[in-house]
Structures are given as structure tokens and as C-alpha cells.
T-cell receptor
Framework: AQSVTQLDSHVSVSEGTPVLLRCNYSSSYSPSLFWYVQHPNKGLQLLLKYTSAATLVKGINGFEAEFKKSETSFHLTKPSAHMSDAAEYFCVVGTQGGKLIFGQGTELSVKP | DTAVSQTPKYLVTQMGNDKSIKCEQNLGHDTMYWYKQDSKKFLKIMFSYNNKELIINETVPNRFSPKSPDKAHLNLHINSLELGDSAVYFC??????????????FGPGTRLTVL
């Protein structure tokens, strides 16, 4: 069975400092992994996805994530946080049936 | 142009009523989905249709019935609404059916409040 665990329910950073949102996955086969972002009262937007090509995946708005099979991790990073990055972030695993399984979400706060 | 749209954006209703949420996608995708996001922001799939055929049906009460008149539309009808149905419902679409690598594109959500 596939699952994802987001290790932090809330992360707070100062503007201009790095962002790290942690995600561990469990999968019985080579996983497809996604990060989605949800701004307040908005829908979900895809940030990036991993589908067994390059292990370092670059996404939109300066975000990237690294797939580490040995650690079963897919952490999301950004070198410098911007106020507009404040949102809820979801780590997601795709399953063979096309069903997405979501992590619990990490709320990112950015302080000025 | 809006890729995946939902109506209404907000829906407030009384317990016991029947309501529908509509979803339309103009991406030319073959597969559409309904997800429910609870008050703790946890998202879970409810249904998936591929080209008007039901392919995913999670453990959802019979009061929820999806209907797909064509592959660009997937509506969600809810009978006898209960307090626990209060949530945000998201529609999504993707190019392929059963594709675990396929990106799903989400609508803006419908916030349902049952009083």
C-alpha cells in the first residue's frame, strides 16, 4: 500500500530564509510523488512531480524536491522564502489506479 | 480561461436537503475526480470517472451519487444532507485513466456548509 507522511504540521520561516518541508513515503513499487500547494480559500496547484526520471525535481516559483530512495523521502525546499509562499503544502503519492493519496499537509507561515 | 470550474463556490443548506455541485473541465481530459477536504484540511478521493464510466468508488455513503453526462462534466449529487457532509469538495481532471504519474488539475473547490 502507498502512503505519505508529512513530518511537520506547521513550519514558520522568516522572509528570505530557506524553506524545508519534509515528506516521507511508503510504496510497494517505484512511486510517483507530487507536491501541491493550496493558498487560502483556493484550489490546489501542482508545484512539481517526480516520476522516476531525475531525482532532483525543479518546480514552479523556485521550489524543488529531491527523491531519496534510501531514505524514502521527498522533501520540498526553496532557497529563499517569499511572503506569497505562505500556504498549505501537500505531499502526494500517485497509485496504479490513478488515485492520489495525500499527506496531512504542512502549513507554511512566512514572517516579514 | 478556467481549466476546471465548479459551481457553486459556496453552498449553505439545511440538514435533510438534496443538493448538487457541478464541475466542468475544458482541458480535453478523459478522467475526472471528486475529492473531499475535511475541516482539518485532509483530502481524500471519493470518485473517479473515465469517459463517463465510473472507475474509482471509495467508501462513500450511498447518499452521494456522481453523474457524468459527458467526459467534460462530472456532477456530484448529495441526498439527505448531514452535518458531517460539511467540507470543501474539489473536482479534478487528468489526461489518462489509472495513470499514477498523471498530473491532476484541480478546480477552485465548493465549500458546503450544512446547518
Amino acid at each position: 500500500a502507498q502512503s505519505v507522511t508529512q513530518l511537520d504540521s506547521h513550519v514558520s520561516v522568516s522572509e528570505g530564509t530557506p524553506v524545508l518541508l519534509r515528506c516521507n513515503y511508503s510504496s510497494s513499487y517505484s512511486p510517483s510523488l507530487f507536491w501541491y500547494v493550496q493558498h487560502p480559500n483556493k484550489g490546489l496547484q501542482l508545484l512539481l512531480k517526480y516520476t522516476s526520471a531525475a531525482t532532483l525535481v525543479k518546480g514552479i516559483n523556485g521550489f524543488e524536491a529531491e527523491f531519496k530512495k534510501s531514505e524514502t523521502s521527498f522533501h520540498l525546499t526553496k532557497p529563499s522564502a517569499h511572503m506569497s509562499d505562505a500556504a498549505e503544502y501537500f505531499c502526494v503519492v500517485g497509485t496504479q489506479g490513478g488515485k492520489l493519496i495525500f499527506g496531512q499537509g504542512t502549513e507554511l507561515s512566512v514572517k516579514p | 480561461d478556467t481549466a476546471v470550474s465548479q459551481t457553486p463556490k459556496y453552498l449553505v443548506t439545511q440538514m435533510g436537503n438534496d443538493k448538487s455541485i457541478k464541475c466542468e473541465q475544458n482541458l480535453g481530459h478523459d478522467t475526472m475526480y471528486w475529492y473531499k477536504q475535511d475541516s482539518k484540511k485532509f483530502l481524500k478521493i471519493m470518485f473517479s470517472y473515465n469517459n463517463k464510466e465510473l472507475i474509482i468508488n471509495e467508501t462513500v455513503p450511498n447518499r452521494f451519487s456522481p453523474k457524468s453526462p459527458d467526459k467534460a462534466h462530472l456532477n456530484l449529487h448529495i441526498n439527505s444532507l448531514e452535518l458531517g457532509d460539511s467540507a470543501v469538495y474539489f473536482c479534478a481532471s487528468s489526461h489518462q485513466a489509472g495513470g499514477r504519474t498523471d498530473t491532476q488539475y484541480f478546480g477552485p473547490g465548493t465549500r458546503l456548509t450544512v446547518l
